[in-house]
């Protein structure tokens, strides 16, 4: 992740991370320096494993929402939507490892391939929290410090280093995860699918007026349906996650000086400044001029 996420129609990053000599890129970001002040939601091919330096976020994989500090972290698995929100006056410093499985898998007909088909291919594996407590999620954080470091330093060989950390990691993702990799499959892949095509609707129409006929036709489901999926995945209703969305999409107009608040509001979909206001209170727990305030004496 930079500090802005390119993506299509369906909510899949439209990146290549690295090259195909050597898949895998990492991303140090601060959360309050994203474009939008969050991580967008999205989702890509390549694997990722997220790890807070200092601060915290929320963090969210699929329809799991994670409280992650200092000394924790995710491994989201291919093609699960992942998105990363701040807490009220709170940001986080993190890194991201994105890679292509490809890089520690071998040839056709190699029996260390199913060790990384097992874990990629499961639906019980969409997410793993790690945590600095656990002896075994201890190792993977400490082999991702390792890899972040070998990675920004990029001396000679660290490409060949970094390849031999990523199959000592995955040794004890592997093992860790048999649990889950023993059980039956969880349903819910088609919901997943759908919820893409709802998120990726409401980011690419969110200023005009959007009803929720139209974000359930966005997935060809009902409007009970479409309720449904938003509160079992996204932990919201379509309009809280719309009007959240729309205040993200406000501020970088807020901060650049350039806008009425009445302007900002129609800019981003709201019939109403009062409402924008209103609705961004509730948000951030400051108004636009507040908040706008707020950031600006940061920045001194």
């Not at 690295?18 to 991303?27: K, T, W």
């Not at 309050?32 to 969210?60: A, C, R």
């Not at 990629?120 to 929290?129: K, L, R």
């Not at 009970?224 to 993200?248: D, G, H, V, W």
Request: one cysteine or more.
């Amino acid at each position: 992740m930079a500090n802005y996420v390119l993506r299509n129609d369906n909510l899949m990053e439209n990146r290549v991370f690295g090259d195909y000599s050597f898949p895998l890129e990492v991303f140090y970001n601060t959360l309050s320096k994203m474009v939008h002040g969050f991580v967008d939601p999205h989702w890509h091919q390549e694997l990722e494993l997220t790890i807070v330096q200092n601060g915290e976020m929320e963090y969210q994989v699929n329809d799991k929402i994670f409280s992650l500090k200092q000394g924790k972290g995710v491994f989201s698995n291919s093609k699960c939507i992942h998105t990363a929100r701040p807490y009220p006056d709170r940001d986080c410093i993190f890194y991201s490892i994105v890679f292509n499985p490809i890089l520690i898998m071998s040839h056709e007909n190699s029996s260390l391939n199913h060790y990384i088909d097992e874990v990629v291919d499961s639906a019980n594996v969409q997410y793993v929290e790690f945590d600095s407590e656990n002896e075994w999620q201890r190792e993977i954080l400490n082999l991702s410090d390792e890899i972040s470091l070998l990675f920004l330093e990029r001396k000679q060989g660290y490409d060949f280093r970094i390849k031999g950390k990523l199959f000592e990691l995955w040794y004890y993702l592997y093992e860790g995860v048999q649990p889950l990799l023993k059980e039956n499959d969880l349903p819910g892949t088609k919901n997943i699918q759908m919820i893409k095509h709802m998120l990726a609707f409401i980011q690419d129409n969110f200023t005009e007026k959007l009803t929720l006929g139209a974000i359930a036709e966005s997935a060809n489901i009902s409007k009970s349906e479409c309720c449904r999926l938003f509160k079992a995945i996204m932990k919201e209703s379509p309009f809280t996650y719309l009007n959240n969305y729309r205040i993200q999409k406000s501020i970088p107009l807020l901060l650049s000086n350039t806008f009425s608040i009445s302007q900002i509001a129609q800019m981003v979909g709201f019939t109403h400044a009062s409402y924008y206001a209103e609705v961004f209170r509730r948000t951030t727990n400051f108004s636009p001029s507040g908040y706008k305030k707020v950031m600006v004496a940061n920045q001194v």
